[in-house]
Every structure is written in structure tokens, then in C-alpha cells.
């Protein structure tokens, strides 16, 4: 089975037509429609009217999500009701604190979709383990990067110095639940170095992609979330190395200048399985 792959998540407003059409044909692994912070209060009913059309009428490359507003505002719950009975694939849901809005949320969702939870505020922070911990449709945590700062009154800092903690937290929330994980928004479209760099990052920390807001980040971050050659090649050696006759039956053998248990060999052939779902997607 191939790797749902979630690289790049590129956010548009459900309310642009051609962002929307735009993005049928977009090399990002995920398009997300959204009906939050993108669109304005006046535009809400407007944007959620044409996110319904463009689900319905499908025609996207990549997997298609939508982003509804947060249950507590005016038109979250109109939002979800609106996506009942299309073959929407993802719900990502804004501003999600604890274990009560995942199951609010997961009762509701339209039948066959998978529930993303945005971690944004500090309160969702020490209630990662219990959201994370119902059981249902939760299959992703995105980092809200912009609210969570905002919230916690951090500066910012060109490594997310003060965010660093939260990161690893996220990271560590989604691995005990087997959930996926993605980094948040880079907010400066000119700095290329700069969002390659923060890419970077996030795959230190562990993240499986990260959220864009613009279709110029999709080939970095693909790029960014996607294995080396390097990293093939070594996998590809540690495999070989623990197929050989000579190995079998041993925990730890030696591979070039390291010895590598079985854990490695495990790592080893999910990135072989990560780089396959890779080399099938076209950037």
C-alpha cells in the first residue's frame, strides 16, 4: 500500500475560483479549501457554498481537505453540516483543546473523512496526550504556528527559539498515537532560504511535511520532507546487510563504521516505503 504522503499542504481560500482551479493541478501532496483565516466574516457563507461545489466536482490531483471555522464561531457548525454527504477526504478543524472537541468533532464528520486538529493554543499543549488519545477518525495534528505564537506572546526568532519545546511536543504526541504530523506556516513568501531552512527544521523535529500558504513552497518543501539519495542508498545497504544469511538470527550487526540493530532495519524500510510513495508522485 502506498504512503499517504503530506509533504506540502498548501492552504487557499475556499472564496478565490482560481486559486481553487489552480490548485487541481498542483504538485502539493494536499489542498486544503479554506474557510477560516482566509476568508473574511462576509465571504464565510459564500466560501463555504463554493468549497461544497469544488468536493463535489472533484478533478484535484492532489488530496483535497477543507478547513472549517472553530465550532465556538458563528459558522463552524454550518461548515460541517455543509460537507455532509461529500466525498470530502480530510476535515481540518481550527483551534482544537482537548479531548471533548475531537469527539464533537469526529461525531460529526461527513462519512469516510479523516479529522486533522490544528494545535494553537497553549491550552491544547498539556492536552496533547488526551486529544490524541480518542479513539475515532483523529489521523493528523498540524502545528498552528502564527496563533500559538500570538497566543503564548512569544517573539519570533529565525530558529523558533521560544517555539522549540512545542515542536517537540507535537512531534512526540503523534508518534505515541501513530498519527501524522505537520509543520506550520512560514509566513515570508521572498525568503527562500529562509523557508528551506525552516523545512529543514521541521524535519529535525520529526514533522512528515509542512503547511504552505503559496504554490511557490511546494517544490522546497516536497524536496525538504522527501528522503536523500544518501539516505536511500544507506537504507538500501542496512537492508541488504540484514538479509544476508550471515546476519540472521543477530540483533546488531555492522554496517559500514556502525553497528545497527533491528530498530534501524525497521527505519530503514519505512524510508525505503517513504521514498517509493515519493518517487510515484510527481513534483
Not at 477543507?66 to 476535515?91: C, E, K, Y
Not at 519545546?165 to 505515541?176: E, G, I, M, Y
Not at 524535519?203 to 503547511?211: A, E, I, N, Q
Amino acid at each position: 500500500m502506498t504512503e499517504a504522503l503530506v509533504r506540502s499542504v498548501l492552504f487557499m481560500p475556499a472564496s478565490n475560483p482560481r486559486a481553487v482551479d489552480k490548485a487541481r493541478t498542483l504538485p502539493c501532496d494536499v489542498a486544503v479549501l479554506d474557510l477560516e483565516d482566509a476568508v473574511a466574516p462576509d465571504m464565510k457563507a459564500e466560501a463555504r457554498a463554493a468549497a461544497v461545489e469544488a468536493v463535489r466536482s472533484g478533478g484535484f490531483g492532489p488530496r483535497l481537505a477543507v478547513r472549517i471555522n472553530a465550532l465556538d464561531t458563528p459558522w463552524g457548525s454550518d461548515d460541517l453540516d455543509a460537507l455532509v454527504g461529500t466525498p470530502v477526504g480530510i476535515v481540518v478543524a481550527p483551534k482544537v483543546e482537548d479531548a471533548r472537541d475531537v469527539v464533537e468533532l469526529g461525531d460529526r464528520l461527513p462519512e469516510g473523512a479523516a479529522l486533522w486538529a490544528m494545535i494553537e493554543t497553549p491550552r491544547a499543549l498539556f492536552n496533547l496526550d488526551a486529544l490524541c488519545g480518542v479513539d475515532g477518525a483523529l489521523a493528523a495534528l498540524m502545528f498552528g504556528t502564527n496563533d500559538l505564537s500570538s497566543a503564548l506572546r512569544c517573539q519570533s526568532s529565525p530558529d523558533r527559539e521560544p517555539l522549540k519545546p512545542w515542536l517537540a511536543a507535537t512531534v512526540a504526541a503523534a508518534r505515541a498515537y501513530g498519527l501524522a504530523v505537520i509543520d506550520g506556516v512560514f509566513n515570508r513568501l521572498d525568503d527562500a532560504d529562509g523557508f528551506a531552512d525552516e523545512c529543514d527544521q521541521g524535519r529535525l523535529y520529526g514533522f512528515d511535511g509542512k503547511s504552505l500558504i503559496h504554490p511557490a513552497q511546494i517544490a522546497a518543501a516536497n524536496a525538504a520532507f522527501s528522503p536523500t539519495d544518501d539516505e536511500v542508498a544507506h537504507a538500501m545497504a542496512l537492508v541488504a546487510a540484514f538479509a544476508d544469511p550471515a546476519a540472521s538470527g543477530r540483533g546488531a550487526i555492522r554496517v559500514g563504521n556502525s553497528m545497527v540493530e533491528r530498530l534501524h532495519l525497521t527505519a530503514a524500510e519505512a524510508l525505503l516505503r517513504r521514498h517509493d510513495a515519493c518517487s510515484r508522485t510527481p513534483d
